[in-house]
């Protein structure tokens, strides 16, 4: 079983870690049989399984749904949730009282929440206080896109550069015991790493860190489009899934399916009861 302090040996041993998302039983129960080392019930989820137009759509009820579904099925990954947005932002209080319920009620050994402001290191601090583990996210962090722009590359310039360091700085000074690096340059995570102790997980962050992460959806093509650049696919699945649906429209509309071997008989003297009961005497034949 992988945990907290085998997350940190793995990154003294300079053994990669493998990060993933999961929404539900079949994404937890792959992850599971991959050997994967963490496995994260991503806000993701809001888009990719929900259908939300973004992140911060999804409520405490929606993700404790999806983290129950995919807990039923991950049992060796260290299994983290992300809090959603409105969720913590409050007070520390509402913080750490969400991430109790996610620790209680879907299982979580981890929560994770983003960005490295004043705020967020707070509810860091608070919920690591409490005795909620925590990782951390800098970067680029979905639920607050809009005030970085849109979804893009962060720390390209110099202050903002520095504003990743010192948010990263932060979140492992409050306690976190990983991080996730988002859509940052490969130059500022290599300047960054020798001035951190946690392990670090990359998504978009260059090969400098101490593991990947990808959402399942974008690595086994379960979307339209071909997602950031970040994304390397290893399947194409929304084009076999649409194409196996297609087919299995046509077959339904042309009568080729069902055939005789998707059905099921019943023996020829109940049958012949059955036929008598209606009063239809022994005449007929076994269902087909």
Do not use: N
Request: aromatic share 6%; hydrophobic share 45%; charged share 20%.
């Amino acid at each position: 079983m992988v945990t907290i302090p085998l997350l940190a040996d793995l990154k003294r041993q300079r053994r990669p870690i493998v990060m993933v998302t999961a929404y539900d039983h079949p994404s937890g129960s792959a992850a599971e049989a991959a050997g994967v080392d963490v496995v994260l019930v991503g806000d993701s989820g809001a888009m990719t399984v929900l259908g939300h137009p973004d992140t911060v759509s999804v409520t405490v009820e929606e993700m404790l749904v999806l983290a129950r579904a995919a807990r039923r099925a991950v049992r060796t990954p260290l299994f983290v949730v992300d809090l959603p947005f409105g969720s913590y932002e409050i007070s520390d209080e509402q913080a750490v009282a969400t991430g109790v319920r996610f620790l209680k009620e879907a299982g979580a050994d981890a929560v994770k929440l983003e960005g490295g402001g004043r705020v967020p290191v707070s509810r860091a601090r608070a919920l690591v206080d409490a005795g909620v583990p925590v990782m951390g996210h800098v970067g680029l962090t979905p639920q607050t896109a809009t005030a970085l722009g849109g979804y893009r590359a962060q720390g390209r310039t110099a202050a903002s550069a520095c504003r990743v360091l010192d948010g990263a700085l932060a979140l492992q000074d409050a306690g976190c015991f990983a991080l996730v690096f988002e859509a940052i340059p490969r130059q500022l995570t290599g300047a960054v790493m020798p001035r951190l102790a946690v392990p670090v997980i990359g998504i978009g962050a260059g090969t400098a860190t101490d593991g990947q992460v990808l959402v399942f959806h974008d690595l086994l093509g379960i979307r339209a489009g071909g997602g950031p650049r970040f994304v390397r696919r290893y399947a194409d699945l929304q084009q076999a899934m649409d194409a196996g649906v297609r087919r299995y429209a046509e077959d339904v509309r042309s009568g080729a399916f069902p055939a005789v071997e998707h059905t099921y008989d019943m023996p020829p003297d109940e049958w012949a009861g059955f036929l008598a009961a209606l009063g239809e005497g022994p005449a007929g034949g076994a269902a087909s």
